[in-house]
Every structure is written in structure tokens, then in C-alpha cells.
Nanobody, 126 residues
Framework: VQLQASGGGLVRAGGCLRLSCAASGRVSTYNMGWFRQTPGKEREFVAAVRWGGGGTYYADSVKGRFAISRDNAKNTVYLQMNSLRPEDTAIYYC?????????????????????WGQGTLVTVSS
């Protein structure tokens, strides 16, 4: 599975961005997640969507502001980010648990994922 993340950029605090993660396979059959990382910090879970019927899970820091979704026809997963804050500044990575083995709550752990995209930089200015 190959993953290509895109959509990052520079935005002012309070603004919004939508990240995309295009997959080479059928995203409907994978658990998919978004993580982020800043220099000197550990990788942080952001959001996940379960395969098949879905089910989503969010980090508390983004709950109510970010939304993960999936377009099965395009084999693409999105992360809609609203009300962005300077502390959201990071490189964002998408990842796939393929074939899916993890339950939804376990998808906060990066070790559950088998494939990773290259990352896209999001910078939020104050």
C-alpha cells in the first residue's frame, strides 16, 4: 500500500485546511489514521477511521475541530481541520492498518499501522 499525503500549507490561527491521503489500494478495507509530529517531540495521534462501516476516533486536543472522512470511490482519506491553532503546527502523516487488525481504540498507537505516507507540513501562524 502506498500513501500520498497532501494539502498542507501556511494558515492563520482560526483558519482551516483539508489534508488528503491518496492510497494505492481500497481504503474501505483499511483502518486509516492521521498522526502529527513536531521537532523534538514524539509522534502524536490525531484521528482514525475504521474500515468498512467506519467509526471514528479523535485525540482530545482536536475533538470538535477536526474531522476524518473517507471517499471510497477515490481511495482517499481526508482530515478537515477547522479553528486551527498555532499548536497544531506539525508535519502530518497518514497511515494504514492493512489488513485491518486493530480495534478502533487501539488505532491511537502508531505501532498498529503497517504503511505510512511521506507527511505534509501544516504551519499555523498566530
Amino acid at each position: 500500500v502506498q500513501l500520498q499525503a497532501s494539502g498542507g500549507g501556511l494558515v492563520r490561527a482560526g483558519g482551516c485546511l483539508r489534508l488528503s491521503c491518496a492510497a494505492s489500494g481500497r481504503v474501505s478495507t483499511y483502518n486509516m489514521g492521521w498522526f502529527r509530529q513536531t521537532p523534538g517531540k514524539e509522534r502524536e495521534f490525531v484521528a482514525a477511521v475504521r474500515w468498512g462501516g467506519g467509526g471514528t476516533y479523535y485525540a482530545d486536543s482536536v475533538k470538535g475541530r477536526f474531522a476524518i472522512s473517507r471517499d471510497n470511490a477515490k481511495n482517499t482519506v481526508y482530515l478537515q481541520m477547522n479553528s486551527l491553532r498555532p499548536e497544531d503546527t506539525a508535519i502530518y502523516y497518514c497511515a494504514a492498518d492493512a489488513p485491518p487488525v486493530a480495534i478502533l481504540s487501539a488505532l491511537t498507537d502508531g505501532k498498529m499501522y503497517d504503511y505510512w505516507g511521506q507527511g505534509t507540513l501544516v504551519t499555523v501562524s498566530s
